[in-house]
T-cell receptor, first 109, second 115 residues
Framework: DQQVKQNSPSLSVQEGRISILNCDYT??????FLWYKKYPAEGPTFLIS?????DKNEDGRFTVFLNKSAKHLSLHIVPSQPGDSAVYFC????????FGTGTRLTIIP | DAGITQSPRHKVTETGTPVTLRCHQT?????MYWYRQDPGHGLRLIHY???????DKGEVSDGYSVSRSKTEDFLLTLESATSSQTSVYFC??????????????FGPGTRLTVL
């Protein structure tokens, strides 16, 4: 039973445009949500997070939106850059982290 | 970068053989985790530790055991490797284990192939 889902395995975006990565979850008890970025042959690195009591958190080019009623999380990257090409995992916490399956983002120069 | 190393980085072994993966940290963090990453599954928690000699199971712990005799080392053992354990294994560390104020830092991973 996948409690955290990323339904798009891959996404291609033109450089300079907005990238939107989506994540859905089923457990309303999750209290914190995180996004990790992963390059090939490296471990995931923390990108941005949001508490369940907020609906938006911004850090530079990265913004995470949380819609609790829809149990939906999204990551916006504006503007997209070639170095953003990676696999992005969303994760939800309830004592431990539950990860989604990942979305491979490719930025086209 | 958090000081986390994993060894070996790559390993090929045969079904039925024992395998031990090592995670070493220099951050003196209390929490350590072992995950596996497989296509279509993302990262799944195998075992974690919240202190020396204190460990607990994750969602995919069957066939795996762990030990933590020192703060800096967390060992993952496959007693008798099976082909279903072919995967990329990541170690992670965290200072408090509270994700509201903390985050997990991941090691570079170990690619394990069981033939």
């Amino acid at each position: 039973d996948q409690q955290v889902k990323q339904n798009s395995p891959s996404l291609s975006v033109q450089e300079g445009r907005i990238s939107i990565l989506n994540c859905d979850y089923t457990n309303s008890m999750f209290d914190y949500f995180l996004w990790y970025k992963k390059y090939p042959a490296e471990g995931p690195t923390f990108l941005i997070s949001i508490s369940s009591i907020k609906d938006k958190n911004e850090d530079g080019r990265f913004t995470v939106f949380l819609n609790k009623s829809a149990k939906h999380l999204s990551l916006h990257i504006v503007p997209s850059q070639p170095g953003d090409s990676a696999v992005y995992f969303c994760a939800a916490s309830l004592e431990k982290l539950t990860f989604g399956t990942g979305t491979r983002l490719t930025i086209i120069p | 970068d958090a000081g986390i190393t994993q060894s070996p980085r790559h390993k090929v072994t045969e079904t039925g053989t024992p395998v031990t993966l090592r995670c070493h940290q220099t951050e003196n963090h209390r929490y350590m985790y072992w995950y596996r990453q497989d296509p279509g599954h993302g990262l799944r928690l195998i075992h974690y530790s919240y202190g020396v000699k204190d460990t607990d199971k994750g969602e995919v712990s069957d066939g795996y055991s762990v030990s933590r005799s020192k703060t800096e080392d967390f060992l993952l053992t496959l007693e008798s490797a099976t082909s279903s354990q072919t995967s990329v294994y990541f170690c992670a560390i965290a200072e408090t284990g509270l994700f509201s104020t903390d985050t997990q830092y991941f090691g570079p991973g170990t690619r394990l192939t069981v033939l």
